[in-house]
């Protein structure tokens, strides 16, 4: 009977990844960040939500479209404190012909591959402290721009009816431009793919295992 249980919830799991699955999710429930953008700090508030990766699209090969809402998972090595990034794993999204500024997102795309076992999610994001400025002797600066990849590598659970998050490879670049109109003094811009604790110093993409059990479930 146990066989035939778990066999069952292996074929629910397949149909989930095949042909019509609009809608259907993997959820994750938590707490959220106690600091928004710190990513050595995983402390939670006592403030409930929910890392949701919604399938909107079967591309075909294994390959989905899915949408992410609620944020990612934050924890860092040897910690079993987890909270839930709402602020830099989602960011900011704008255009200035019809947003002035950019503004923060609700939900952001996501791309997925499945081999009927191990689940990879790929998410890519943007974050803005919105801080552009005019200064003294027209001098300006921009805004600092994070651009924030993170990929999560899941194993299938189908006795839970569920994905165990065993991974993510997280990285997070930098760019800001000075400057000043005076054509006298050129502009200064930094561009950092990927950077450590400080936007001064050079770093590598950083390759995460959860302490504790993060599962997330099927709906």
Do not use: W
Request: aromatic share 10%.
């Amino acid at each position: 009977m146990k066989i035939t249980q778990i066999r069952l919830l292996c074929l629910l799991v397949v149909v989930f990844f095949s042909g019509n699955v609009s809608g259907v999710s993997i959820v994750y429930r938590g707490f959220e960040c106690q600091n928004t953008v710190n990513a050595n700090d995983p402390t939670p508030t006592d403030t409930s939500v929910q890392s949701r990766f919604e399938v909107i699209e079967e591309v075909g090969g294994g390959m989905f479209r899915l949408s992410l809402t609620g944020g990612l998972p934050r924890f860092i090595d040897g910690n079993l404190n987890v909270c839930i990034d709402s602020d830099t794993a989602i960011g900011f999204s704008g255009i200035p012909a019809a947003d002035v500024l950019p503004k923060r997102l609700n939900a952001i795309d996501a791309t997925a591959y499945f081999n009927g076992q191990d689940l990879i999610i790929i998410v890519s994001s943007i974050n803005t402290d919105l801080t552009a400025a005019r200064g003294t002797f027209n001098s300006f600066t921009t805004s600092r721009i994070f651009p924030f990849s993170n990929t999560l590598i899941f194993e299938q659970n189908p006795q839970a009816s569920s994905f165990k998050l065993k991974k993510i490879v997280h990285n997070r670049g930098f760019v800001l431009t000075t400057g000043s109109t005076n054509t006298f003094t050129p502009l200064f811009e930094t561009v950092l793919p990927s950077f450590g604790d400080t936007v001064q110093e050079e770093g590598k993409p950083e390759i995460l295992t959860p302490v504790a059990n993060i599962e997330y479930m099927l709906e």
